[in-house]
């Protein structure tokens, strides 16, 4: 360009037109340059790779009706106000009518920046600004409403590769972290990294004007890893997941958080005459184990909270072998003895003043040439001698042993976790678990336990009626399923009772919400649910405090 610029003003030098007609040649030669470099940076600009920013607001909008212009929550407001001057709620009414409760509206590009801070903003619908505890739902309908939606928003979102997600409180900061938590988890450790899904960061959204509450955020956080952990053991595959592997899982995964772990061999439950639950896991190569997990938040003296978790890490019926259908899901039969192990992390990383000991049987109930069989008698530590009817309901018989161990520590209360009867799945379906107790007291509080996290659960009858069914058999002190056609849970908790001599006991079989089908709880994907680990967090949380009872909505 500069030698055709020389050469014109050479040939047009003599003539005063000429020379100013080169010039403005190369004015506009240098103009069209700096313009293209600007333009050449400005698209190196736009096409940078900028980091994939989302936020979550709420709107509480009634949804019967559809002309309901909607209501921001108050952070989403001062969003709505200092970062995009009220365009949000514009275009948020323009779309049409407002999410309902579980339901995410995606809003791009809509803070007026050419780059916006936030690539993406999803709306989430929150439904009525009055909804509190529902007496007839046993459920705090605002918090579920949190749950539901925000995990909605951010599993949309982890589809669209999103970093980070920022979560406003939504009117209660620990369910707001329980919904995105447990709504991106996903099992994926055994895939190929290169085709796993991408999971985002979550951070809690807040500003410099508004009080952060990043306590219930943490609270609601370690709540979610709790279930995610019971997730990640029951979704293990059983050849990968014995006896022995899970004995090293729960030392990895404890002894981190400072909840001491004891190993106990097959040696040590036979001097302790456990013969009931060494019977089942006789058939498996697999020796069985027990552990003994103990977390002391507070003096030594004080009586423990004893969790029993039912750990029978492969369920194959034993010689009354289950159906095809059935056997896929039995890997997660240890449901009890993750939820205990994800249970005390919980309480640890809470730094709760409790004392817990944990006590998990671990063993593998298959077919095998030393199987135990229908008709054989077994003695549990008690001396009480069971008559094994059918070698499919071994839950019980790992369960009765560990119930009479519990005993030594003088416990506040005793809980267990199993899964018992796959009846409860006619009697609740996903709805709730079951709980059997002989306290009222304890049902109450997990009651009300399970009313604040969603996770509910219903109590059944615990009566003589049952108990006369477990002890009809003449030739031996109790059976393992009982005379009689129906009533199969209610017999396994009258069952367990025979082994708890005194003191305040509670069993919560969970054999209905062992699965789930990834379309009843938007935060919970299809497979293992994890369930009811929250719980049971919260039930000991709430030990603690005075005041549990729920509040009434206005």
């Not at 500003?207 to 890893?225: F, N, P, S, V, Y």
């Not at 095998?368 to 001396?383: E, I, L, T």
């Not at 001599?501 to 935060?523: K, R, S």
Request: a neutral charge; charged letters at 25%; one cysteine or more.
């Amino acid at each position: 360009m500069f030698g055709v610029s020389r050469q014109l003003f050479r040939i047009c030098k003599k003539s005063p037109v000429c020379r100013r007609h080169v010039a403005e040649v190369m004015r506009r030669s240098y103009a069209s340059q700096a313009i293209n470099q600007m333009l050449l940076l400005q698209q190196m600009e736009m096409c940078a790779d900028q980091p994939s920013r989302a936020l979550v607001i709420g709107v509480y909008a009634d949804e019967e009706d559809k002309n309901d212009a909607g209501i921001l929550t108050p952070a989403g407001w001062r969003f709505n106000l200092q970062r995009t001057h009220g365009r949000l709620i514009e275009v948020l009414r323009m779309s049409g009518p407002m999410p309902r409760r579980g339901e995410a509206r995606l809003l791009f590009a809509i803070e007026p920046e050419r780059i916006p801070y936030y690539s993406v903003v999803a709306v989430v619908g929150l439904g009525k600004e009055c909804l509190g505890y529902n007496p007839y739902e046993v459920l705090d309908e605002q918090k579920e409403a949190i749950r539901r939606s925000v995990a909605a928003a951010c599993r949309i979102l982890a589809e669209l590769d999103t970093d980070r997600i920022e979560v406003e409180n939504c009117g209660h900061a620990e369910s707001a972290a329980e919904g995105a938590a447990l709504g991106i988890w996903l099992y994926q450790e055994l895939r190929d990294p290169k085709t796993r899904i991408f999971v985002p960061a979550i951070d809690l959204y807040a500003t410099k004007d508004e009080i952060c509450d990043i306590e219930g955020w943490r609270i609601g956080l370690q709540k979610a890893a709790a279930q995610n952990l019971t997730r990640q053991l029951q979704e293990m595959p059983s050849n990968l997941l014995t006896p022995t592997a899970f004995a090293q899982n729960v030392v990895e995964v404890l002894c981190k958080s400072g909840v001491n772990v004891e190993v106990k061999v097959e040696g040590w439950a036979e001097s302790q005459s456990m013969h009931a639950f060494l019977a089942v896991g006789k058939a498996s190569c697999e020796p069985p184990i027990f552990l003994e997990l103990s977390y002391y938040g507070t003096c030594a003296e004080e009586r423990p909270i004893v969790l029993v978790g039912q750990g029978i890490t492969y369920d194959a019926g034993g010689l009354c072998l289950k159906k095809k259908g059935e056997l896929f899901h039995m890997r997660g039969d240890m449901t009890g003895a993750a939820v205990v192990v994800a249970t005390c992390r919980a309480v640890a990383g809470l730094r709760l003043p409790v004392n817990i000991r944990g006590l998990i049987p671990l063993c593998e109930n298959v077919v095998g040439c030393n199987s135990f069989r229908p008709g054989d008698m077994v003695k549990s530590m008690n001396g009480k001698t069971i008559e094994v009817q059918c070698t499919d309901h071994e839950d019980v018989l790992v369960l009765a042993d560990a119930l009479l161990y519990g005993q030594n520590f003088c416990p506040k209360c005793i809980i267990d976790i199993g899964t018992c009867s796959g009846y409860m799945r006619q009697s609740l379906d996903e709805a709730a678990c079951g709980v059997f107790t002989n306290s009222e007291i304890l049902w109450q509080q997990i009651k009300h336990a399970s009313m604040h996290t969603g996770d509910r659960v219903w109590r059944f009858p615990l009566w003589n009626y049952y108990s006369k069914a477990v002890r009809a058999g003449q030739r031996s002190d109790v059976q393992n399923y009982g005379i009689g056609r129906g009533g199969r849970p209610c017999k396994a908790a009258a069952f367990l009772r025979e082994f708890v001599p005194c003191g305040q006991w509670m069993h919560i079989d969970a054999t209905n919400v062992m699965v789930t089908n990834g379309l009843d709880f938007e935060y919970l994907r299809r497979g293992m649910a994890g369930r009811p680990t929250r719980t049971l967090v919260e039930f000991i949380a709430q030990t603690i405090c005075k005041d549990t009872a729920p509040k009434m909505g206005k």
